[in-house]
């Protein structure tokens, strides 16, 4: 019998994906809503004990006397990797880069140790799903071959606890944690048990040490990373590497980045030499053409403190069949879409309801701030009435449900990009500022004076 006063233990199960502790078995996470993933972990005491002062690993000084030396960022040498990373890599720091198989991972961050072991001394590269030899071949392609550089091959935890003891590197690099297991903890290899393992113990030797650690992620079949979802909140800076497999451009951006800002993004391009950096990419999302074409327009988009000029497009094509009429979108929010439609419709008199439209961003970006709407909105009237819009002009603006236009953030930060490029005309909400030398700006208040302006 236990003591009086007393609760005896009680088995408790804990959620695989966020960590949540219930004291008994439910189908579906109260947290995180996901099914079957309360696992039964253990006992935990149903009433709270008294816990008593126990020794400080430091004492506590007033913050303006924290050293600040041991935290600043190192440059890699690769612009746009340190852009995202606000600055470099942070000694000590973990970083978490996740992206589809095959979208060039492995070759940025070798192209990285690279860098570093050229400027810092000892990297380590631990490859869990190449072997030694395919990883070689690789950086003999890329350039990246250097006696501080050092590779293994390992899929034990504590195999590559043992190779960072003997290289004492700067920078780690695991590729990927998934497939590192760790013989402490049950679970399937790969498993939210065995990832958030090896994460917390790679997570304690990289602080103790101050190497700098950077944990390539597997992703799921819609984007999100693969795994846990406290794997993101052990980490420093969580990295997401996109690309589209039939385009050469590759675009890195930080979610979470405890030393720097969280939306800034990197543009590579990727082929034969490896991944290199573009670090003008306005170019890549916008047509070069010697005429203007109906259903065309370009507009800036802010990607963190970048301005990035961008095309989109648009379409309308009779409906055939005498069915519903189809509304198509690629790299652009098809809710935002289908709202300027109406709108264009509407409060612009363009007759949209019995044709086809359909939208697309240019080079594969994808376009989702208020920003681009005017520009969205231009498209799709100039492509209904087959009449282009005046050339070396751009449009900014987010347009409402009422057809007004409102001004964006960063207008003139915006409207210098664009002048910078050649562009010599703005399509812009009342009271956007001054213009760029060389720019004349055209005011209008909304939908429907826009396209008087224009037609």
């Not at 720091?93 to 992206?99: D, E, I, Q, R, T």
């Not at 993004?265 to 990419?281: L, N, S």
């Not at 594969?364 to 681009?372: T, Y």
Request: charge should be neutral; include cysteine; proline fraction near 6%.
């Amino acid at each position: 019998m236990p003591a009086s006063g007393v609760k005896s233990a009680r088995p408790a199960h804990r959620c695989s994906e966020c960590g949540y502790t219930s004291p008994k078995w439910v189908g579906r996470c109260p947290e995180c809503q996901a099914w079957g993933s309360i696992q039964e972990v253990g006992a935990v005491a149903s009433s709270l004990r008294a816990v008593s002062a126990g020794p400080v690993s430091a004492k506590a000084r007033p913050i303006a006397q924290v050293e600040l030396a041991g935290a600043r960022a190192v440059p890699t040498g690769i612009a746009e990797f340190d852009r995202v990373l606000g600055g470099g890599l942070v000694p000590g720091a973990v970083l978490l880069v996740a992206g589809e198989p095959g979208v060039g991972k492995s070759t940025l961050l070798l192209e990285v140790a690279h860098r570093v072991a050229a400027a810092n001394g000892p990297t380590l590269v631990v490859s869990g799903e190449e072997s030694a030899a395919q990883v070689r071949l690789r950086a003999e392609r890329i350039g990246a071959l250097h006696d501080d550089l050092y590779l293994a091959t390992e899929t034990e935890l504590s195999a590559v606890l043992a190779h960072v003891d003997d290289v004492n590197p700067s920078l780690l690099v695991l590729d990927s944690v998934q497939t590192v297991r760790s013989p402490a903890v049950d679970g399937t290899d790969g498993g939210a048990t065995q990832v958030r393992a090896v994460a917390s113990a790679l997570t304690a030797v990289a602080k103790g040490r101050g190497m700098t650690t950077i944990l390539v992620g597997h992703v799921t079949k819609d984007g999100a990373i693969a795994g846990p979802r406290a794997l993101e909140h052990l980490v420093d800076v969580v990295i997401s590497f996109d690309g589209e497999r039939h385009s050469t451009l590759r675009m890195i951006r930080a979610t979470k980045n405890r030393f720097g800002p969280a939306d800034e993004i990197g543009c590579f391009e990727i082929g034969d030499g490896g991944v290199v950096g573009v670090p003008d990419p306005s170019h890549l999302f916008v047509s070069r053409r010697s005429a203007p074409v109906p259903g065309s327009c370009v507009t800036v988009t802010m990607e963190g403190s970048r301005p990035l000029l961008a095309e989109v497009q648009a379409l309308v094509a009779t409906a055939g069949g005498g069915g519903s009429p189809r509304r198509a979108v690629s790299g652009l929010d098809s809710q935002r879409v289908a709202m300027i439609n109406a709108v264009v419709e509407r409060r612009g008199g363009v007759r949209l309801a019995d044709a086809d439209v359909f939208t697309a961003s240019v080079g594969g970006v994808r376009i989702v701030e208020p920003a681009a709407d005017l520009a969205l909105a231009l498209a799709i009237a100039s492509a209904s009435k087959d009449r282009p819009l005046p050339h070396g002009l751009i449009a900014l603006g987010e347009v409402g449900l009422s057809g007004e236009i409102r001004r964006v953030g960063g207008t003139g930060r915006r409207l210098g990009e664009a002048a910078r490029q050649g562009y010599t005309a703005a399509l812009v909400p009342e009271d956007s500022g001054p213009a760029p030398k060389g720019m004349r700006l055209i005011e209008v208040p909304d939908i429907g004076a826009a396209f008087a302006r224009l037609w």
